[in-house]
């Protein structure tokens, strides 16, 4: 808890990354966060990890991702017991028995000399599809854990075909559950883009401006658009996404991937009955990607979308507080985990937090807001790098050579200049 003994002073908030006030549209009201904070000047005050995003208040921005660890009433209970800021279900669509999943449907890189059997697990393929739960059953489990969790974050993440009336029905059923928010699902890279659904309609602007309007005008809840990092330019999508009407985009789903092939037999992995099929690719490896990816978007957003209360969610090999810190350095407002928490538990939600506020500690930030977005100004062009570095090295060059005359030394580089001279 944080402390209020000693003398307090006003704190203004870092005005750097992107910052979206609020929207007129679906806002329930809740009051955002203000923009200054009293804290104690002489005491050390505790890291506020909470966050209020698109009108949504969680008490951290640790967001279960869609995936096994949102599958059923079981494992979101233990994740809002455990602690996570929000859960969202694994994706559900309107017709279950269309669904039909393989086994074994997952595959690991590990770390090592050529994948030593040793080796940290570095990367995770799964060629799973949307949820095979008879919608019903789903919905039945959103509507419990509602009632017995009504101030927690519960969001349903929902895919259909290229048809609009099971868009609205779906969104309708959803709605009548209690959840909170709705992520679609616009990128899950196989199987389901057969049937015209996840990344199909994410990598077809087109497509995809048609369904996200069909969409926003249906829904009554803030809606996330999850994005395929599948694509040339993921800021494309992401900017359809938002002027269709999305409050929020989320970034990344899985990347399209082989793992590898069995050198003894020869078969694809993972392997069913002697085939394969490629498959998307998560777990820490992707970290980089991710970062990328939400990088280009977090900059889109800051550009065109800044008058408006929408958010980003960044997701890809989250297993750290640090690896947390760094999305929402880049301006994310929530992070997502799923294979992390398939690796390490619902647990993992506490060692998440306490990394985090030790990161916000040694930097002295006292609430998310503080610093989010503050890494983004220092990316640029490679042209522009080229020009900084080039003026550093003749600045350097200038400093180093000393003064020609006395009629060089001057007032504020006074100091400097001397040192310039100074041959030990
Ligand atoms: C086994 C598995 C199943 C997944 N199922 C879904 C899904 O149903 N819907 C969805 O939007 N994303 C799904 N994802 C993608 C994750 O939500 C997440 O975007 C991706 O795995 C990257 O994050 P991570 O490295 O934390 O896992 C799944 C991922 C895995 C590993």
Not at 79 to 90: H, L, N, Q, S, T
Not at 166 to 181: F, H, K, P, S
Not at 243 to 248: F, H, I, N, V, Y
Not at 340 to 353: A, E, I, P, R, T
Request: with cysteine; proline share 5%.
């Amino acid at each position: 808890m944080s402390s209020s003994l000693g003398l307090t002073h006003l704190t203004g908030l870092s005005s750097s990354g992107p910052s979206f006030p609020p929207s007129h549209r679906r806002y329930n009201g809740r009051p955002r966060t203000s923009s200054f904070k009293i804290v104690a000047s002489e005491t050390i005050q505790e890291p506020d990890l909470s966050v209020t995003v698109n009108g949504l208040h969680m008490p951290n921005p640790f967001v279960i991702g869609s995936g096994p660890p949102g599958t059923n009433y079981k494992v979101m209970k233990k994740a809002f017991d455990e602690g996570w800021g929000a859960v969202i279900a694994k994706t559900v669509s309107l017709d279950a028995a269309k669904v039909i999943n393989v086994t074994p449907r997952y595959a690991r890189l590990r770390a090592g000399a050529n994948g030593s059997a040793k080796g940290q697990i570095i990367g995770w393929e799964n060629i799973e599809l949307i949820s095979d739960r008879p919608l019903e059953v789903m919905l039945n489990e959103f509507k419990l854990l509602k009632e017995e969790y009504p101030d927690r974050i519960l969001i349903a993440s929902i895919m259909e075909e290229y048809n609009k009336a099971a868009w609205e029905e779906l969104i309708d059923r959803v709605e009548q559950t209690g959840i909170d928010a709705i992520e679609v699902n616009f990128s899950c890279p196989h199987g389901m883009p057969e049937r015209k659904m996840g990344a199909a309609v994410g990598q077809d602007c087109d497509l995809l401006e048609e369904v996200c309007g069909w969409i926003n005008a249906k829904a009554t809840v803030p809606v996330w658009a999850k994005m395929t990092p599948n694509i040339t330019d993921i800021t494309q999508p992401a900017r359809v996404s938002l002027r269709s009407g999305c409050e929020g985009v989320a970034a990344i789903n899985t990347i399209m991937s082989v793992m590898g092939i069995n050198l003894k037999t020869l078969h694809p992995e993972p392997c069913v009955e002697g085939y394969s099929t490629p498959g998307g690719y998560s777990s820490k490896a992707v970290h980089p990607i991710a970062l990328g990816k939400v990088m280009s978007i977090a900059q889109m957003m800051k550009n065109e979308f800044q008058d408006g209360d929408y958010s980003l969610s960044g997701i890809g090999g989250v297993e750290t507080g640090g690896d947390a810190a760094e999305f929402i350095l880049l301006g994310a407002n929530t992070v997502q985990v799923c294979t992390g928490v398939m690796m390490y538990g619902y647990d993992l939600v506490s060692k998440l937090c306490s990394e985090l506020k030790d990161f916000m500690r040694t930097h002295n930030f006292s609430t998310i807001e503080e610093f989010r977005g503050a890494s983004l100004q220092y990316f640029t062009t490679h042209t522009e790098l080229v020009r900084i570095q080039q003026e550093a090295i003749r600045e350097r060059r200038a400093i180093k050579k000393g003064l020609q005359s006395d009629k060089d030394w001057t007032g504020d580089g006074f100091v400097k200049e001397s040192e310039s001279m100074v041959s030990n």
